[in-house]
Every structure is written in C-alpha cells, then in structure tokens.
C-alpha cells in the first residue's frame, strides 16, 4: 500500500522527488505515486509502464508528460498544471518499427530550417527488439502537438502492407504449391524439391508482417535444413531491391563464406560474380521491410541467392515480396544505422535551436557480455538536432555539439590529395592519438567503387575497423567484422560482428563528407550534412597496433582532404 494505492508485485509507477538546494539533495513526494497505474484500457500493462519524459509546454502552460507502455508500443501523454494531478489527453502508436518494447520517449520542438516561424514536434523512440540492425535502436516521427494530442506528419509515416509507386514485384512466393524449380529459382542441399509455403504454418504461427499469403523460408526439418535458393538472374532496371525479411541474426561475411567457419543466414545480391548486398534477420519473427540501393549497377545481370548454412534453433530465414523499385521502401526513421544507439534521451531547458541528445552506446543484444571492466556501457557524444529540408523532404538531421572541438589537439595530419591511387595509404597519427580522434573526410568518385580509412589496423590486416563510402551501393558503411574481440557473447547466436550500411544517394560529382570520431572502443560516424549516423562498439584486441590507412577500392578516388586531431581526454 503507497499513499492509499495497491502497489502489485512488478508494478511500474510514475512518482516525484524534489530538490530546494539546486539538485544537491532530494526529497521523495509524500504523495506518491502521483500516476500509480495507466488507464483502465490498458490496466493489464502496470509491470510495463515507465520511463516518464516531462517539460513545460508555454503554449498551453501546462506541464506534459510522456510515458511508455512498452509492450503495447504505445506512449501516453498527460498533462498537469502543478506536476501533482495528472490528466490523460491522449496517446500515440504504434507507428512504423512497431516491435518489442517502446522505451525511453523524447517529445520535443525544432525549426525547420532554422525558420522560428515554421515548428514541428519530433517524437524520439528507443525500441528493443526491432532494431535496425539486431537487439534496441531508436526511431523518430515528425508531426505536430498542440499540447495535447501528437500528429504524426502522413510523411513520417509508413504502411508496412503498401510497396512504393510503381514498383515491379519480381517474386511474392504466392505459389505456394510449386516448388523452386518450376518458378525459375534453383535450390541446392535439402531445399531442393522444397518451395514457398504458407506462411501461418511456418514456426508454429510465430510469423507476421507478410503480404499474402505464402512467403520463402529456410524453416524446415525442424529448422535443420540447409543449402542455397538462387533466383533466376535478371537485369537491373530500377534504383532500388526491397524485401521483407525475418529470422536470425548470421551476416554474410566475405571472409568466412564458402568455408567451414561459414554460419551466415542471408539473402545476397551478386552482380558479375560478387556479392555486392547482403542482409541478414533481426532476431525477430515479423517480418520488416529492408531496401539496397542499386543505382550503381543499373543495365547489369544480377541474382538473389538466399543462403543457410546454420542448423542452430533461431538460424533461420523468411522473405517475401521481392520489389524493384525507384525509391526505396522505407520502414522507419532510424536516428542511427548502427547497433549501438539507443535509449537516446534529449535535455529540456535549452533553446529551441539548441536541442541536445545523448544516447546509450550499447545493444540488448549483448549490453551484458561486452568485455569491459570494471565499467559496461558508454554513452554517445552529445549531438545536436535540427530539422532540414533535403531532396525535398523535411529530415532530422544530426552533428557532434560544437563545444566537443575544446577538447581536440591541434591538427595531427591535414593533407589534400589530387587523387588517391587504388589500395591503402598509410597515415602517421602518433600515440595515443591513434585510438582517439577525430578523422574527417572529403572526397570524390574517380573510377573507385569504394573509399574510406582503415582504423585501429595492425600489421597483417587481421585486425581493423573499415568506415567508408561505397560509391555503387550508395552508402555509408562500418565494417567491425575484424575490429577485435567479438568472440564474448555466450549464446551461440552472436550479433556483435557485422558490416553496418546507412543509405545516402549522391551524384557522381557530390563532394562526400564523413566526420568520424573514434574512441578507445567506439566509433561515431556522420555524413556533412547530419543526414545519417552510424553508433558501433569495437574492441580492438591489440591497442598497441593501430595503424590509421586510407584506401581506394576498385580504382582511384578524387579531390580528397584528410584533416585529423586527437581527442584528449573529457576528465582532465
């Protein structure tokens, strides 16, 4: 019993503490708990309600809060004029990544390109599982609030059963009494013989977010199945491949497939004899929407090849609705394309303009198994938000705060470069600065198909971190497969290694900027425009080998500027 309330076993409530010396110390409200369960509708949720996020809404003078309903994906919004009595107004979601727990909301003002006179409301949102790579991400939605209800902007917001305009459904797996073979596709190992199926009868009912019908899975033979479904080649017309896919979380790696070490549960694009996109599940059964831009193979043959060669229990695959496309079929907002970005959490009381955000530089998926002591987990660097128009669409956008350049060196290398040649580039960075600093890049495509700078390498190339460009693929990447130690997760299903792509189309005369920043175990990277991020622990085995090189893949990149400065250390 708490202040006259019934306070169950696991009950998740919204209590006060107060400070009268400036935060110094704290007095818990004798009134507590000032919101003790969520609404009748949802009283079957009072273990699942938490995280509050309170401010001072001027326009109605009132204070509003948002608060989770993490199983339901559903955040309420209240509001009370003396933080003590609360009113229920209304409540939002679920809206596109609409999986596992919604935690951890911000909801919060910006201008749109810096114009006082033009507001919306951003509503943050951390989401474990479901995220954009395995285990926790964080999303956003755009719209408006009038102190009451948020609205979404129509946009923001994407119909999971809707594939874009125009687009050409290459496969649906609606044939679900045919086999591979008579629809054009060839199987090998125990696939063969075998063909799409329906999808409520796959793992036991556990399967949702399909189109139709039917779907293609890799589930069969209690899941011990293996080999190859190849589909029939064709040629790239279109800019864009979607799919929707679900299961396991085992990435292609081009260094281990096709050999005993080989676990990988994908689906892969193979232009001219090479694997070109890969894309692996999330460790969920829903099946979500993934996009590869293909822009840069356009006119070219090419292939799906659907590959399990794993036998664990969740080592598994399902795809449906194959579309080529000229735009992209996008799932949600993700902040960060990364693994390790969530519970992001923004500060109140500073100007508009000024909105900060920091977030917890970790995954679910292995937050207790890292292998750090006598600490686990860190936090991101503080970023700065603010809502640009780019290519016609208003977008969040993100940049490293301004006051973080008080703790860089002097410049450790700056050097512009007419061209850089095909292969690597040695960079001379002195210790310590080697492991932190921050690396920022502007180039041009020349006849490469990649560009980037390889970090924390040692001399046989069996450890490094590779963050980069793919000129053809039209993305940023984060390679962390050879960053280090990725060998501590305990389960068998291991999401820490990967190859970690944020989409963004340029031109082939676009100056390209990333601005990296590279701590002891993690690295930050974002486009010049703050468009996308990418958040990805490492854990470099050998801290005494790390070698900085730039490299040129498939050829020569052009008008590159490297500028590099140490880090030094925030505690000093």
């Known amino acids: ?79 009370s004029n003396n933080l003590k009595d609360w009113t229920l107004e209304s409540q939002f979601g679920p809206y596109n990544a609409r999986f596992g727990e919604w935690e951890c909301p911000s909801l919060f003002p910006l201008y749109v390109d810096d114009n006082t006179a033009a507001e919306k409301w951003i509503i943050m949102i951390g989401i474990n599982p479901g995220g954009v790579i395995a285990g926790s991400g964080t999303q956003s939605i755009i719209g408006s609030f009038d102190g009451k209800t948020f609205v979404a902007d129509p946009s923001d917001v994407y119909d999971p059963e809707k594939v874009p305009c125009g687009s050409t459904v290459f496969q649906d797996f609606e044939a679900t009494s045919s086999t591979f073979e008579e629809l054009g596709w060839a199987a090998t190992g125990d696939f063969v013989g075998s063909g799409p199926r329906k999808a409520s009868t796959v793992n036991g009912g556990k399967v949702k977010g399909y189109l139709g019908n039917g779907i293609m899975t890799t589930y069969l033979f209690g899941n011990i199945g293996t080999g190859t479904i190849a589909s029939p080649k064709f040629t790239i017309r279109k800019d864009y491949i979607s799919f929707l896919i679900a299961g ?45 831009n293909v822009a840069g193979w356009v006119g070219q043959e090419a292939y799906l ?14 795809i449906d609705e194959i579309v080529f496309s000229d735009i992209p079929k996008d799932e949600a907002n993700w902040n960060d394309f990364g ?13 508009t303009s000024e909105r900060t955000v920091i977030g917890w530089m970790n995954n679910w998926a292995y937050a207790n198994s890292i292998p750090t002591s006598t600490w686990r ?14 290519d016609h669409k208003v977008r969040l956008v993100q940049q490293p705060v301004s006051s973080l350049s008080t703790l860089y060196t002097s410049s450790l290398y700056s050097r512009n470069f007419s061209v850089v040649e095909c292969g690597e580039t040695k960079v001379n960075v002195p210790a310590p600065y080697n492991t932190r600093m921050k690396v920022a890049l502007k180039f041009t495509r020349g006849a490469g198909t990649k560009f980037g700078v390889i970090l924390c390498s040692n001399a046989t190339n069996t450890q490094e971190t590779v963050i980069g460009y793919d000129f053809l693929g039209q993305n940023i990447f984060v390679d962390r497969f050879k960053s280090g130690n990725s060998s501590f997760v305990d389960s068998e299903q291991n999401a820490f290694p990967g190859y970690f792509i944020a989409t963004m189309p340029t031109k082939s005369t676009d100056v390209i900027e990333l601005n990296i920043l590279l701590d002891w175990s993690s690295v930050e990277v ?20 790390a070698d900085v090189k730039l490299f040129s893949e498939g050829g020569s990149t052009k008008s590159v500027s490297v500028s590099i400065h140490g880090i030094n250390s925030v505690w000093k």
């Open 1 to 79: 019993m708490s202040n006259g309330h019934v306070i169950r076993q696991g009950q998740q409530s919204q209590s006060i503490a107060f400070s009268n010396d400036k935060g110094l110390t704290w007095t818990k409200y004798d009134g507590n708990p000032i919101i003790p369960s969520p609404p009748p509708e949802h009283a079957d949720q009072y273990n699942q309600f938490r995280d509050p996020f309170v401010f001072w809404h001027a326009p109605s003078l009132k204070w509003i809060m948002v608060a989770s309903l993490a199983m339901k994906q559903i955040f309420l919004i209240y509001s």
């Open 305 to 318: 090849i659907i590959t399990d060669v794993n036998t664990s229990p969740s080592a598994h695959l399902h």
């Open 248 to 292: 396991g979380y085992y990435p292609y790696n081009p260094a281990t497939a096709g050999t005993p070490e080989d676990n990988q549960v994908s689906i892969t694009l193979v232009v001219d004899g090479k694997v070109v996109h890969s894309q692996t599940g999330t460790n969920i059964e829903t099946l979500v929407w993934r996009s590869w």
């Open 526 to 545: 974002f486009d010049g425009k703050g468009q996308v991020a990418i958040t990805s622990q490492i854990f470099p085995l050998d801290h005494g080998a």
């Open 339 to 351: 693994p390790d970005y969530y519970a992001a959490a923004t500060y109140n009381g500073l100007p």
């Open 377 to 390: 987990s860190a936090m991101s660097i503080p970023r700065k938000l603010a809502l640009k128009t780019i």
